[in-house]
């Protein structure tokens, strides 16, 4: 599989406070993950579809939180896909601190700054497939911030530009 190119996204969501009717109670963390498989699934409704580890931290999440952003990113920007594809990485927290982004309007999730393409979604449906869950979300809003450049490509197990 490492011969088939695919495009890399930014999927983030907001991991909701621990209580929150509780001031004191720690406020909720934003959460991304890079992913390469990444697919549109239908365009009436429009459907996009995700693929994450089993048990991975997104996974968990988007188990429990149904709304969630897709920003496709572009080639310039590589080091966002490589600090949030990370094993054993810190506090999410952190790794957000220096991208610009914006929070969406319908799922308060990061959506990246110059990235290509942006997407909000609200998942439909979770299918267990080997060691990973597909996740298939509505595409609540889209837009095109950044017209600039092209995208970031995965191919044989590396980050790539077209052309």
């Given at each position: 599989m490492s011969r088939l190119a695919s495009g890399v996204v930014l999927?983030?969501?907001?991991?909701?406070p621990l209580d929150?009717?509780?001031?004191?109670?720690?406020?909720?963390?934003?959460?991304?993950?890079?992913?390469t498989a990444f697919m549109?699934?239908?365009?009436?409704?429009?459907?996009?579809?995700?693929?994450?580890?089993?048990?991975?931290?997104?996974?968990?999440?988007?188990?429990?939180?149904?709304?969630?952003?897709?920003?496709?990113?572009?080639?310039?920007?590589?080091?966002?896909?490589g600090r949030f594809a990370m094993k054993g990485r810190v506090s999410d927290r952190l790794l957000f601190a220096d991208i610009p982004y914006l929070r969406g309007e319908a799922t308060d999730a990061p959506l990246v700054g110059g990235a290509l393409a942006t997407l909000e979604c609200r998942t439909e449906q979770r299918v267990s497939a080997g060691d990973h869950t597909l996740v298939i979300g509505r595409v609540l809003t889209a837009s095109l911030p950044s017209a600039d450049g092209g995208p970031l490509a995965y191919f044989r197990g590396r980050y790539r530009q077209l052309g």
């Open positions: 999927v983030t969501a907001r991991e909701e929150p009717d509780d001031p004191q109670a720690p406020s909720g963390e934003d959460v991304g993950m890079t992913a549109s699934v239908s365009l009436d409704p429009p459907l996009v579809l995700v693929s994450l580890r089993e048990g991975s931290r997104m996974d968990d999440l988007l188990d429990e939180q149904p709304l969630w952003a897709v920003s496709v990113l572009s080639e310039s920007q590589r080091h966002i896909a």
